[in-house]
């Protein structure tokens, strides 16, 4: 099998697993005062500085079990209203929504058909009292780049916080600085699943989302696993390491699969601002979800992992302007430093010639 869908997850770096097996045996709580204990802990902090290496200095990062806790922690931890974007993560926007049932003043933004905010109707926005600006760095669908520090000028100029959700760009793109909050998680970086972290600026306060024994700083609650943090450090410092080198075989990747797919193909959203291991196109005529029977020696999405089997087209695509019919003619192929160029000829090869046969046939 070809694995063309590295936004959903990406497989596990051998050094990651490498720093994690050794935390298979030893099994002790890193909260406990025991020997072991502290030795737990110590862990747990190396591996915090590991992913604190790739995140800006003037804050602290507390670890989550995943990028989904680390954005409830913000939305549901800050008072007052809420400006989002209509591409975000359904992490965001189903939180949003649950609070507006609530009583929270929320506006979600629409974006433009390149799937970029307008910066001028968030600035709009802003005239209203609002506490918290949630906008995602790299769509996880589209792989469009948000204008992260632009927005967090405006946030603040207006009295706001900002909450960054840098799950697809963390590791991949240096981080923008201007962000109050940002969240990111182990498994798109080739870490664990089931580890990610929130930074925090210094000085920033949250109201706990998660209460109990009062570990991570007092924010959320719970016993810490040592293996998931330590692979999670060990792939976030390969990542520092790899990251010139990563970004150029992205963009080899890239160009290989636009070459061989074709001129037949739309890319969806812009492609200037945008991270070039998301490639997410359209073909006139095309039955994305028959592509995906037809071509099962290849792993690719139809959208976010999060919402497939739903049988809806996506969010994203239709905040673009993209119709349902054209969603429906669309794929994402996700690549990036475990992918070969001849893994990605061999892939966009089959399925160009998959989608010129239901061409062929439907005619």
């Not at 706001?160 to 498994?187: E, K, Y």
């Not at 010139?244 to 890239?254: K, Q, S, T, Y």
Request: contains cysteine; charged residues 20%.
């Amino acid at each position: 099998m070809i694995y063309l869908d590295y936004q959903a997850t990406t497989p596990l770096a051998p050094e990651a697993k490498a720093a994690m097996l050794p935390w298979l045996d030893r099994f002790a709580n890193p909260h406990s005062p025991s020997r072991a204990g502290r030795e737990a802990a110590a862990a747990v902090e190396h591996a915090r500085g590991q992913v604190a290496a790739l995140l800006p200095t003037d804050g602290e990062t507390i670890f989550t079990s995943g990028a989904t806790e680390a954005l409830n922690m913000v939305l549901q931890g800050t008072r007052g209203r809420i400006i989002t974007l209509a591409t975000e993560h359904a992490a965001v926007l189903d939180t949003v929504e649950w609070l507006r049932s609530e009583g929270r003043e929320v506006e979600v933004l629409a974006v433009g058909a390149d799937g970029l905010i307008d910066l001028d109707r968030l600035r709009q926005a802003l005239q209203t009292p609002t506490a918290l600006v949630a906008a995602m760095l790299v769509n996880n669908e589209i792989g469009v780049v948000q204008p992260i520090a632009e927005i967090a000028d405006l946030a603040h100029a207006a009295g706001a916080l900002m909450l960054c959700d840098a799950v697809q760009g963390f590791g991949r793109l240096p981080l923008p600085q201007g962000p109050d909050f940002i969240a990111v998680s182990a498994h798109k970086i080739h870490g664990p699943k089931g580890v990610g972290a929130l930074w925090l600026r210094s000085g920033v306060t949250l109201d706990p989302l998660l209460h109990g024994g009062g570990q991570e700083r007092g924010l959320r609650s719970g016993t810490l696993s040592p293996m998931l943090c330590a692979g999670f450090g060990a792939a976030a410092a390969l990542a520092a390491e790899r990251l010139d080198r990563d970004r150029a075989h992205v963009e080899r990747l890239w160009q290989s699969a636009l070459q061989t797919l074709g001129p037949s193909w739309i890319v969806n959203g812009s492609t200037e601002q945008r991270y070039h291991g998301n490639l997410n196109v359209r073909r006139d005529s095309l039955d994305a979800a028959r592509l995906l029977a037809d071509c099962r020696q290849v792993a690719f999405s139809l959208g976010s992992a999060c919402a497939s089997g739903s049988g809806r087209p996506s969010h994203v695509l239709r905040a673009l302007g993209i119709s349902d019919r054209e969603a429906r003619q669309s794929i994402r192929l996700g690549f990036g430093r475990y992918t070969t160029l001849d893994e990605i000829v061999e892939a966009c090869t089959l399925l160009r010639n998959a989608a010129e046969a239901q061409q062929r046939f439907a005619a």
